[in-house]
């Protein structure tokens, strides 16, 4: 059993940056791949990026185009998301996730967090 809590989300002008962060907690497994996703009003939860165990990424470069950065701590067991430039199509909450291996596809994926809300003014 894993439990995923995020944090950092809020309220940014356009061109702005926030760090999210997800702790994750009582898992039974160290060497899981973690992600993040998004999903905002009215629209399917979209892949943003995904990280393995030794640090290796990948992301939906159609959303992120090069903005952002996937990053964990496995000492602190703690995903990070780095989010620069940041535009009001960014608006969403924002969800972290692990499991197994790593996928584009959110039905693949075993432990959610809460998420957290990112808002992005013109």
């Known amino acids: 059993q894993v439990q995923l809590v995020e944090s950092g989300g809020g309220l940014v002008q356009a061109g702005g940056s926030l760090r999210l962060s997800c702790t994750a907690s009582?898992?039974?497994?160290?060497?899981?791949?973690m992600a993040w996703f998004r999903q905002a009003p009215g629209k399917e939860r979209e892949f943003v990026a995904a990280?393995?165990?030794?640090?290796?990424?990948?992301y939906n470069e159609d959303s992120v185009k090069g903005r952002f950065t996937i990053s964990r701590d496995n000492a602190k067991n703690t995903l990070y998301l780095q989010m620069n430039d940041l535009k009001p199509e960014d608006t969403a909450v924002y969800y972290c996730?692990?499991?197994?291996?790593?996928?584009?596809?959110?039905?693949?994926?075993?432990?959610w967090g809460q998420g957290t809300q990112v808002t992005v003014s013109s």
């Open positions: 990280i393995v165990w030794g640090g290796e990424g990948m």
């Open positions: 009582g898992r039974t497994f160290s060497k899981f791949a």
């Open positions: 996730a692990a499991g197994p291996r790593l996928s584009d596809d959110d039905g693949k994926w075993d432990y």
